[in-house]
């Protein structure tokens, strides 16, 4: 039952990540950037710390690389969603098998990297949407965000429909659909 719940967790991950074929190679991330982390976190009063070696000035810059470009947010966007899909199956995969090994460590472990990865890209949505200056591709993003966000960490509650019509959502307003 694990291993159906698995696969079809994992299709749906593949959504997440899913948009134009033209778009950037996913397979490796882009250099000097973390893989779900925002390229500037918020760094306000309640707000995500900044992510490991991101500086003031390097997120200043990947800010003002950003702002009001579309393109290079929907890239961005596409690939930051195709990261954060491979590795929310790897964290459903080291759940379950934490879980199967019945080692409450591992599995607190487990379930706080899941967590962490998941506000991380919740973040990074929100931030991008911050950087939009297309009120559809800023709805998009912040939308995508919430819904990320909702999932409070439990990778196990993706619904493939929703993350399809959010990735459609997405690529409409990047001009992909």
């Given at each position: 039952?694990?291993?159906?719940?698995?696969t079809?967790?994992?299709g749906?991950?593949?959504?997440?990540?899913?948009?134009?074929?033209?778009g950037?190679?996913?397979?490796?991330?882009?250099?000097?950037?973390?893989?779900?982390?925002?390229?500037?976190?918020?760094?306000?009063?309640?707000?995500?710390a900044?992510?490991?070696?991101?500086?003031?000035?390097?997120?200043a810059?990947?800010?003002?690389?950003?702002?009001?470009?579309?393109?290079?947010?929907?890239?961005?966007?596409?690939?930051?969603?195709?990261?954060?899909?491979?590795?929310?199956?790897?964290?459903?995969?080291?759940l379950?098998?934490?879980?199967?090994?019945?080692?409450?460590?591992?599995?607190?472990?487990?379930?706080?990297?899941?967590?962490?990865d998941?506000?991380?890209?919740?973040?990074?949505?929100?931030?991008?949407?911050?950087?939009?200056?297309e009120?559809?591709?800023?709805?998009a993003l912040?939308?995508m965000?919430?819904?990320v966000?909702?999932?409070?960490?439990?990778?196990?509650?993706?619904?493939?429909?929703?993350?399809?019509?959010?990735q459609?959502?997405?690529?409409?307003?990047?001009?992909?659909?």
């Amino acid at each position: 039952m694990r291993r159906l719940r698995l696969t079809a967790v994992s299709g749906a991950l593949v959504l997440l990540g899913a948009g134009c074929s033209s778009g950037p190679d996913v397979t490796t991330p882009p250099a000097g950037t973390p893989a779900v982390a925002p390229a500037a976190p918020s760094t306000g009063p309640g707000g995500p710390a900044p992510a490991a070696g991101a500086t003031p000035s390097r997120a200043a810059a990947g800010d003002a690389a950003l702002k009001g470009n579309s393109a290079a947010i929907c890239d961005q966007a596409t690939t930051t969603g195709a990261h954060a899909g491979a590795t929310f199956a790897q964290d459903l995969k080291l759940l379950i098998d934490a879980e199967s090994g019945q080692d409450s460590a591992a599995v607190s472990q487990a379930r706080a990297k899941t967590t962490r990865d998941v506000q991380n890209y919740a973040y990074a949505l929100a931030d991008m949407g911050k950087l939009a200056s297309e009120p559809d591709l800023k709805k998009a993003l912040t939308t995508m965000s919430k819904q990320v966000g909702a999932l409070k960490g439990d990778v196990r509650k993706l619904d493939a429909t929703k993350l399809a019509a959010l990735q459609t959502t997405l690529d409409k307003a990047c001009g992909k659909g």
